[in-house]
């Protein structure tokens, strides 16, 4: 997690960045992505994904490990970088790399320009550090997840920075402006100026002043349902003309945190100590978390921490907002549990076999009336081909004819007569032949190539089975006095 090299960056072929996101694309599933996965992935033209992978572990951007089941390869932090960077570098946010200003806990701090020349700040998130490994506490990035990739935590942090970011920037907030994002790197303008803990002097009156715009910032945020969470002089950047702007976004909450109240008197004590410590300044006035008047709902907008669906519900009831519903009448619509709408019969339907020649005989005619509209609608023009509408209702009509027969006969049956009557099923198919065979063919081609995929085993120094096979061989070998074999 050193300082990044980007000198490989311009050697790099369009292959090594396919083979790159190939184990990128097969570290979602898996912690090593086997070679053979990797080459079905990248699925190159000409081959040679082995010497690729051989040649990005050289130069650090890949990582070749022995797993406990399999061996595979692991993409490194510098990889990641490099993905990012040639995204940002394709849309034209990053054209040139500039050297580092800043280290923190989980990031670290680039200067960046675009092919202007205008300077951005590139911010890449490094979660995982020693210094900061107690995630799940601290963030809830995890969510339901019991483990999850550095790589991926960071990607996370990455987004909501700049969730947060444009959402501030937006509502006129103190705040770098956001300009592009991409996997764990967020490129925002430029600070000209100087972080607050470096700050050792400054009048009395720019103190108090100082000192009042950065507590009502804190309720302002608050009043727009987030707090900071880590609201301090390394947070703060002072400009030249001595206004503050607010930096590192990852870790804010909603105000409906659990622990909202503790995290909002965290950030105004952290402030009041500094003035304390630094400009020997103290006031009897600083916000108290009563003191918040909710004036808008950010943390919906963002999915801040600590903000549930229900509290969302709870929280547009209060502001006197309803989500629009459509209200759907039972009546009319029932059984929707296939996505397909059912009319409701009504309460007087007689469906006994008595009534149901009735019921057929009003079906029939109405088919009939249909038909011969259609009949004549097709015999003033010779040419014209009878549609698949028309066809299928003559069969139908058919159908219910000698279903209405059928019936007829049956309940003549149960009326003790001794009528005789021969069951007539006919079947129709809608689906043309060619259809299904096509079908079936992509079935069985989806079949063969899932035999493939699990006969696909992995090669040469990848074959962690093997190596499993030879020291269990010599084991038993070594063993083979305790069990009485000579």
Same mark, same amino acid.
């Given at each position: 997690?050193?300082?990044?090299?980007?000198?490989?960056?311009?050697?790099?072929?369009?292959?090594?960045?396919?083979?790159?996101?190939?184990?990128?694309?097969?570290?979602?599933?898996?912690?090593?992505?086997?070679?053979?996965?990797?080459?079905?992935?990248?699925?190159?033209?000409?081959?040679?994904?082995?010497?690729?992978?051989?040649?990005?572990?050289?130069?650090?951007?890949?990582?070749?490990?022995?797993?406990?089941?399999?061996?595979?390869?692991?993409?490194?932090?510098?990889?990641?970088?490099?993905?990012?960077?040639?995204?940002?570098?394709?849309?034209?946010?990053?054209?040139?790399?500039?050297?580092?200003?800043?280290?923190?806990?989980?990031?670290?701090?680039?200067?960046?320009?675009?092919?202007?020349?205008?300077?951005?700040?590139?911010?890449?998130?490094?979660?995982?550090?020693?210094?900061?490994?107690?995630?799940?506490?601290?963030?809830?990035?995890?969510?339901?997840?019991?483990?999850?990739?550095?790589?991926?935590?960071?990607?996370?942090?990455?987004?909501?920075?700049?969730?947060?970011?444009?959402?501030?920037?937006?509502?006129?907030?103190?705040?770098?402006?956001?300009?592009?994002?991409?996997?764990?790197?967020?490129?925002?303008?430029?600070?000209?100026?100087?972080?607050?803990?470096?700050?050792?002097?400054?009048?009395?009156?720019?103190?108090?002043?100082?000192?009042?715009?950065?507590?009502?910032?804190?309720?302002?945020?608050?009043?727009?349902?987030?707090?900071?969470?880590?609201?301090?002089?390394?947070?703060?950047?002072?400009?030249?003309?001595?206004?503050?702007?607010?930096?590192?976004?990852?870790?804010?909450?909603?105000?409906?945190?659990?622990?909202?109240?503790?995290?909002?008197?965290?950030?105004?004590?952290?402030?009041?100590?500094?003035?304390?410590?630094?400009?020997?300044?103290?006031?009897?006035?600083?916000?108290?978390?009563?003191?918040?008047?909710?004036?808008? $709902?950010?943390?919906?907008?963002?999915?801040?921490?600590?903000?549930?669906?229900?509290?969302?519900?709870?929280?547009?009831?209060?502001?006197?907002?309803?989500?629009?519903?459509?209200?759907?009448?039972?009546?009319?619509?029932?059984?929707?549990?296939?996505?397909?709408?059912?009319?409701?019969?009504?309460?007087?339907?007689?469906?006994? $076999?008595?009534?149901?020649?009735?019921?057929?005989?009003?079906?029939?005619?109405?088919?009939?009336?249909?038909?011969?509209?259609?009949?004549?609608?097709?015999?003033?023009?010779?040419?014209?081909?009878?549609?698949?509408?028309?066809?299928?209702?003559?069969?139908?009509?058919?159908?219910?004819?000698?279903?209405?027969?059928?019936?007829?006969?049956?309940?003549?049956?149960?009326?003790?007569?001794?009528?005789?009557?021969?069951?007539?099923?006919?079947?129709?198919?809608?689906?043309?032949?060619?259809?299904?065979?096509?079908?079936?063919?992509?079935?069985?081609?989806?079949?063969?190539?899932?035999?493939?995929?699990?006969?696909?085993?992995?090669?040469?120094?990848?074959?962690?089975?093997?190596?499993?096979?030879?020291?269990?061989?010599?084991?038993?070998?070594?063993?083979?006095?305790?069990?009485?074999?000579?």
């Amino acid at each position: 997690m050193g300082k990044l090299n980007v000198t490989i960056l311009r050697y790099l072929s369009k292959e090594d960045f396919r083979v790159l996101t190939a184990i990128e694309m097969g570290m979602k599933n898996h912690e090593l992505v086997p070679g053979a996965l990797a080459a079905v992935i990248a699925n190159l033209r000409h081959g040679g994904v082995h010497k690729i992978l051989r040649d990005l572990c050289k130069n650090r951007l890949l990582s070749y490990e022995r797993g406990k089941h399999y061996d595979g390869y692991r993409l490194t932090n510098a990889g990641y970088d490099y993905l990012a960077l040639k995204t940002l570098s394709s849309r034209g946010s990053v054209y040139s790399f500039g050297n580092q200003i800043g280290v923190g806990k989980e990031s670290n701090i680039y200067i960046v320009a675009n092919e202007d020349g205008t300077e951005y700040c590139l911010k890449l998130h490094r979660l995982g550090r020693i210094c900061f490994r107690n995630l799940k506490e601290k963030r809830d990035y995890h969510a339901h997840r019991h483990k999850a990739s550095w790589l991926y935590l960071s990607r996370i942090s990455a987004t909501k920075e700049y969730a947060y970011m444009t959402a501030l920037y937006n509502r006129g907030f103190p705040v770098p402006k956001p300009i592009d994002v991409n996997r764990h790197c967020v490129v925002m303008d430029l600070v000209q100026g100087q972080p607050m803990s470096r700050v050792y002097q400054l009048e009395e009156s720019v103190v108090e002043k100082l000192y009042d715009e950065l507590m009502d910032l804190i309720v302002k945020l608050a009043n727009h349902g987030v707090i900071h969470g880590d609201f301090n002089e390394f947070n703060i950047m002072i400009t030249e003309e001595g206004k503050p702007i607010v930096i590192d976004f990852p870790q804010m909450v909603s105000t409906n945190h659990i622990n909202a109240k503790m995290f909002f008197e965290r950030d105004v004590t952290c402030i009041k100590d500094f003035f304390r410590r630094r400009f020997a300044y103290e006031s009897e006035l600083f916000p108290t978390f009563d003191d918040i008047e909710r004036e808008d $709902s950010l943390d919906v907008e963002v999915s801040a921490s600590g903000f549930t669906r229900q509290m969302d519900k709870d929280l547009l009831e209060g502001m006197g907002i309803d989500e629009a519903s459509d209200d759907i009448d039972d009546s009319d619509v029932q059984n929707e549990d296939n996505g397909e709408s059912v009319e409701k019969l009504p309460d007087n339907f007689d469906l006994s $076999s008595e009534a149901l020649p009735d019921h057929i005989d009003k079906y029939l005619e109405g088919l009939k009336l249909e038909n011969e509209k259609s009949a004549v609608e097709n015999s003033n023009s010779e040419d014209q081909i009878p549609d698949c509408d028309t066809k299928f209702s003559q069969q139908m009509l058919k159908d219910l004819e000698a279903m209405k027969k059928e019936s007829t006969e049956i309940s003549d049956c149960e009326k003790g007569s001794t009528v005789s009557f021969i069951r007539s099923v006919s079947t129709t198919s809608t689906i043309p032949p060619e259809v299904i065979r096509g079908k079936v063919k992509k079935a069985l081609d989806k079949r063969e190539r899932q035999e493939l995929r699990h006969r696909a085993v992995c090669k040469g120094e990848a074959s962690a089975v093997t190596r499993k096979r030879r020291e269990n061989r010599d084991t038993i070998k070594d063993c083979s006095g305790i069990w009485g074999w000579e």
